[in-house]
Nanobody
Framework: QVQLVESGGGLVQAGGSLRLSCAAS????????MGWFRQAPGKEREFVAR???????????YADGVKDRFTISRDNAAMNTVYLQINSLAPEDTAVYFC???????????????????WGQGTQVTVSS
């Protein structure tokens, strides 16, 4: 069973940057598509970014409004870590950030929570103004 552990969150001032990491254990997941979601207090979990499986080209997809500031990538050498680089952080980016895996569809633009079948516990990102 694959387990995901996010790290890298924290408190940062507006305009700063963070790099979130998502480490997988249990088995290699290089050909799984991986996604990042976030959930702000009182709001639904929302899609942020997705990267297709390494053998499927590693294509990336982003939510509107973040594509200029967020970059998703994966560690092809280790093949078990996915990153989310966030630049120019703003208070509205405050949320718990989750990584998630899509075992059954290594390609394609999939943005719904139910399309991902395993999740990490999340890492808190708080941006102060």
């Amino acid at each position: 069973q694959v387990q995901l552990v996010e790290s890298g969150g924290g408190l940062v001032q507006a305009g700063g940057s963070l790099r979130l990491s998502c480490a997988a254990s249990g088995r290699t997941f290089s050909n799984y598509a991986m996604g990042w979601f976030r959930q702000a207090p009182g709001k639904e979990r929302e899609f942020v970014a997705r990267i297709s499986g390494s053998r499927s080209g590693g294509y990336t997809y982003y939510a509107d409004g973040v594509k200029d500031r967020f970059t998703i990538s994966r560690d092809n050498a280790a093949m078990n870590t996915v990153y989310l680089q966030i630049n120019s952080l703003a208070p509205e980016d405050t949320a718990v950030y989750f990584c998630a895996g899509d075992r059954f569809n290594s390609v394609g633009d999939r943005r719904r929570v139910y399309e991902y079948d395993f999740w990490g516990q999340g890492t808190q990102v708080t941006v102060s103004s």
